[in-house]
């Protein structure tokens, strides 16, 4: 990269289309020239809802005693794979509407750009690890099903039993009531009801890594794959600019590569907050649902080291670890309006 291109990349972080400070809420000392960059605050970690705070806290100490950011990034989730009160991530998960814990995880490398993920895999405690193996020792990107099962068995991962007493019996009075058709009911997502681990790393190098692991929506049909697993949708990095997660309703990422999205909108010069913030109205744009039904949600972390977040669902926070400390931050949630196609505001 170039010094003017670096140059461009550190101004615009700190710089709104309008002309304000954006992250005036980040603080991450920046170098004036990237070419130097400032270390202090690195390596730096992000990651979705406060429950991330321990995974990125977990990581920021594996990077430091290892040097290795992948350990870091797959590590870090397993804290919260491990968490059997998270019913979002890992073991613990509200199963399928069959009682089946199906899991989606995938691991991105900015430097060499590869990745690697694994889809409805089942009885398995990490499945990020098993998208590293994916992404390491196979030509491929994505393994599914029991494929990706035998795959992890054979690599030496156990079968684990991932269905918690709890998640059983309440997977059981869901089966009772059989109020609504699964195809017409929608997940709640806020601050009460926490979907997905998504984290973004960045070493003192300036390269830039990601990972991201779900249950998935709970009760779902059995096969059902969401946005977590799928490079450039709940997951993307590119170490030129930056990277992105997701966390929500899959689908409403899947359909428009959200991720990806949120790194195109920071190549062309938007701070992190506000690249997600413009993938959000992008989306809305096109999507049919208003804001209020979205349910997306987006972290975003540049090379500079500038991040941010915004998205649709009230009370969304995001976690950020380095060896300065820690903090959790509230996202800057989105207006209830978007901007239409004509430019005219709809809900």
């Known amino acids: 990269m170039s010094i003017s291109r670096r140059k461009f990349i550190q101004n615009s972080a700190c710089i709104s289309a309008t002309g304000a400070i954006a992250c005036s809420q980040n603080p991450v000392p920046a170098a004036v ?52 009160k998270n019913a979002s991530v890992g073991i613990g998960g509200i199963p399928n509407a069959d009682g089946q814990v199906e899991l989606d995880a995938c691991i991105m490398s900015g430097p060499d750009h590869n990745a690697g993920s694994v889809a409805g895999i089942r009885d398995i405690l990490h499945p990020i690890s098993v998208a590293r193996l994916v992404m390491e020792s196979t030509p491929h990107v994505m393994l599914v099903g029991d494929g990706a099962k035998q795959f992890a068995i054979k690599n030496g991962h ?13 997977w059981q009075n869901w089966q009772r009531k059989q109020a609504k058709m699964l195809q017409q009911s ?10 997905t681990i998504a984290m973004l790393g960045l070493d003192s190098d300036g390269n830039l890594y990601g990972g991201c692991s779900t249950s998935g929506w709970g009760y779902k049909i059995p096969g059902r794959v969401g946005d977590s697993p799928i490079i450039g949708s709940g997951l993307y990095v590119d170490n030129q600019v930056g990277a992105a997660g997701a966390t929500g309703l899959g689908e409403n990422v899947m359909r428009h590569c959200g991720s990806f999205l949120v790194v195109e909108m920071m190549r062309q010069g938007a701070a992190p907050t506000e690249a997600c913030e413009m993938a959000v109205n992008r989306i809305a744009e096109i999507d049919p649902k208003n804001l209020d039904n979205l349910d997306i949600n987006f972290i975003a972390l540049n090379k500079a080291g500038a991040y941010g977040a ?30 239409g196609p004509e430019g005219g505001n709809r809900k």
């Open 33 to 84: 020239d990237l070419g130097e960059p400032s270390t202090n605050m690195r390596p730096l970690f992000i990651a979705t809802w406060p429950f991330g705070k321990f995974s990125c806290e977990a990581a920021v100490k594996i990077a430091t005693d290892s040097g290795s950011m992948l350990d870091a990034i797959e590590k870090g989730i397993w804290v919260t794979e491990n968490d059997v």
């Open 158 to 170: 156990p079968e684990t039993n991932l269905l918690t007493d709890q998640q059983k019996s309440n």
């Open 186 to 195: 929608q997940p709640k997502i806020d601050e009460d009801h926490h979907d």
């Open 310 to 339: 915004a998205g649709t669902s009230k009370g969304f926070k995001y976690s950020v670890s380095s060896p300065q400390g820690s903090e959790i931050i509230d996202a800057k949630a989105m207006s209830v309006k978007a901007i």
